[in-house]
């Protein structure tokens, strides 16, 4: 069996998380969701024979349960008042917008989380980059003081959602680096670069602690990063955990994207939607197990 899902929002993040669910042999995209059939990517949808809509979150209220996980991809004041109505509606939501309505998820780190409530929020493109490989080096903190995070992405990758929601991201990854490491004094800083020919997403971390415990810790990330790429296959370390002058450790990380939606160079798409993937099929397995006892 397929897991049935829905997306709401048709632009650049709506659409590479359609092309990517059509490659799975394990979801059903059943409406693809928007508000202008004559957009391009409505075209594309529709081209694929997806159902399309523009009639927005109205279309889940004139349909009620028309499918087992709702993806939110629009932008983070939206996603609150959707939240409402998939509640009402006992569905599933896995949120793609910063907007803190779900739970916080990283599927590498508490991916479970999925089975225990009906909203995860997938974080930012950043946060779903940075935040594995924070949670395993704070663990070899001690006194741990401070984590920034800095992020360039390709201007040509930020659809209009993600250029609304920008103060949202930055506050959104900060709570989360919070969360997943309990280091309160952080800093997430976005880059939007338009330069051409167009950069591919890079993320760099800055750890600064009273101290760590080095040992092994190059050959845990490896590991990681091997896990990582079970689900996000372009995902590598461009910079090893290196201390500097200043006795800050330093590491950077590149995603490159899959070429689904826009070019190679849009990781910040595939990296968010890829982990939105690898949560669904959480799900479906625990549905093809109900489905089968």
């Known amino acids: 069996m397929k897991i049935k899902v829905a997306i709401i929002g048709t632009g650049n993040i709506g659409t590479d998380l359609l092309l990517k669910c059509l490659k799975t042999n394990f979801i059903e995209v059943v ?15 529709k081209s694929k024979g997806i159902v399309t809509s523009d009639k927005g979150i109205d279309f889940f209220k004139q349909n009620i349960k028309v499918c087992d996980i709702i ?33 916080m998820c990283v599927p590498d780190v508490n991916g479970d989380i999925i089975y225990e409530t009906n909203n995860v929020n997938m974080i930012t493109c950043g946060g779903q980059t940075s935040i594995p490989l924070l949670h395993l080096i704070s663990k070899r903190c001690y006194g741990l003081d401070y984590i920034e995070v800095v992020s ?46 167009c950069v591919d997403m ?22 990681k990063i091997e896990e990582l790429k079970t689900y996000i296959p372009h995902y590598e370390v461009i910079l090893q955990p290196t201390i500097n002058e200043y006795g800050v450790l ?3 990380v590149r995603v490159k994207g899959s ?4 070019p190679e160079y849009a990781g910040n798409l595939d990296i968010i939607n890829c982990a939105a993937i690898e949560e669904t099929k959480k ?6 197990e109900n489905n089968y006892n």
């Open 202 to 223: 890079q993320t760099t971390m800055f750890i600064k602690t009273e101290r760590f415990d080095f040992k092994n810790l190059t050959e845990e990330i490896v590991e």
């Open 71 to 103: 993806y939110d991809c629009t932008n983070a004041s939206d996603a609150k008042i959707h939240a409402k109505i998939f509640e009402e509606q006992g569905i599933k939501v896995i949120d793609l917008t910063p907007s803190k309505v779900g739970t």
């Open 31 to 45: 409406a693809f969701v928007g508000r202008r059939l004559d957009s391009d990517t409505m075209k594309i949808a």
């Open 283 to 288: 799900m479906w397995r625990i549905l093809s």
């Open 152 to 197: 360039q992405i390709s201007s040509n990758s930020a659809g209009m959602a993600t250029r609304i929601n920008i103060d949202e991201y930055i506050k959104t990854t900060k709570n989360a680096i919070t969360f997943f490491t309990g280091c309160l004094n952080n800093k997430v800083i976005l880059n939007l670069n338009p330069a051409e020919p």
């Open 259 to 262: 070429g689904d939606y826009l």
């Open 250 to 252: 330093v590491l950077s």
